[in-house]
Each structure stands twice: as C-alpha cells, then as structure tokens.
C-alpha cells in the first residue's frame, strides 16, 4: 500500500527555525518532493531529494535518508508570508503521491 | 501559456447535475495530471495522460467521473450526476517529462461545490 505520513498542524514564531517531518511507505520511489500550498492557491514547486543526504536552497532545506522511509523539511529565519500548507510527495513513476500536508502558522 | 490554467475558477452545482472542468496545460508538457483536494487535505490523484493516452484511471472515484485529452493538449474532467461528497478542489498538473520525477507544474484549480 501507499502511506505518506506528516503532522497535521505545527505554529513557530518569526524568525526561527522549524522542520516538518515526512515518512512515507510506498510501493515505489523515484524521488521525494516537497510543495508549498498557500490558502486557495497552486501548490508550488520547493525541493527534490532523489539521494540520501541534504539539499539546500537559500531559507529552505530538505533532508532524505532512504532507508528509513524518512525526509524532512527545514525552514530557517521564518516569515509571516511561510504561512502555508506542505505537502510531502513520493514520485511513484507514474505520479506524485500525496501526503495530508502539514498547515504551517507563523506568528510575530 | 506561461502557465497552466483551468477553468472555470469556481463552479457550484445542483446535486445531480453534471460538470466540466477545463484544464490547459503548458504548452509541450507531455504529462497531464488530475487531482482532488478536499478541504485539508492532500492532493489525490485521479488520473493521468500522456499526451492523449490515457494511462491510468485507477483514482477516479465511480464510473460517474469521466476525463478526456483528445489532442494531447486541452483536457477536460466531467463528473456526473454530481453529489455532495464530489465538493472538492479539482487540481489540474502538467509535466514535461513522461514521468513524475521531474515534479509537475499545477493550475490553481476549480473549486467545485455541490448544493
């Protein structure tokens, strides 16, 4: 079966640091996304892992390790703007499979 | 398009009636996705084309959900006899790529509500 799991709701105060954690089981893996999904919006594209180890890109960092299923997400010096819903996917092929995303708020 | 677009934005229905949502994807991008949000949760994936095959169907709901891409570009998602439970955010996606490796590009969806 195909299970991707990430907490539902996580708060952080403007300008710290915070990590959304995904696991996932699925049948198949070719790669692990991660979208950012404003209220009402498209998500939109911010990180691919395809190996083990971390990725990063200006504020946003994201961390894979294969073998136990596991990624995160890493936000530095948070925005009241990173407000949002993430989703974790899991690239099964043929199509990105979805996590529930985890609703992001940022307070001052 | 610079982008992928879909219409209409928003769309209520009668239970009971049917619908067509509209998904334009960027031009060239082989790989067209459908997808439904409902309201906190994650994208579910309905179905999938490349070009005009349609090669999976295996999210579509019932048999009341139907979609087409006959010219491998436009395609459109038409639901009949629509019910309560078919209220949700119907995402449209598109990928250059034959696969999903390389991640999708997503329209901003129509919000469908049915009454």
């Known amino acids: 079966g195909q299970n991707i799991d990430q907490p539902t709701e996580m708060t952080a105060t403007e300008g710290a640091i915070v990590q959304i954690n995904c696991t996932y089981q699925?049948?198949?893996?070719?790669?692990l996304f991660w979208y950012q999904q404003h209220a009402g919006e498209a998500p939109t594209f911010l990180s691919y892992?395809?190996?083990?180890g971390l990725e990063e890109k200006g504020r946003f960092s994201s961390f894979l390790s294969r073998s136990k299923g596991y990624s995160y997400l890493l936000l530095k010096e948070l925005q009241m703007k990173d407000s949002a819903s993430y989703l974790c996917?899991?690239?099964?092929?043929?199509?990105?499979?979805f996590g529930t995303g985890t609703r992001l708020q940022v307070f001052p | 398009g610079a982008g992928v677009s879909q219409s209409p934005r928003y769309k209520v229905a009668k239970r009971g009636q049917d619908v067509a949502l509209r998904c334009d994807p960027i031009?060239?991008?082989?790989?067209l996705f459908w997808y439904q949000q409902a309201l906190g949760q994650g994208p579910e994936f309905l179905t999938y084309?490349?070009?005009?095959?349609?090669?999976?169907k295996s999210g579509l709901p019932s048999d009341r959900f139907f979609a087409e891409r006959p010219e491998g570009s436009v395609s459109t998602l038409k639901i009949q006899r629509t019910q309560q439970e078919d209220s949700a955010v119907y995402l449209c996606?598109?990928?250059?790529?034959?696969?999903?490796?390389?991640?999708?590009?997503f329209g901003s969806g129509t919000r469908l509500t049915v009454v």
């Open positions: 996606a598109s990928s250059l790529a034959k696969t999903a490796n390389y991640g999708y590009t």
């Open positions: 699925t049948s198949g893996f070719n790669g």
């Open positions: 892992n395809v190996l083990d």
């Open positions: 996917a899991v690239s099964n092929t043929d199509k990105l499979i």
């Open positions: 031009s060239g991008h082989v790989s």
């Open positions: 084309f490349q070009n005009e095959a349609q090669l999976d």
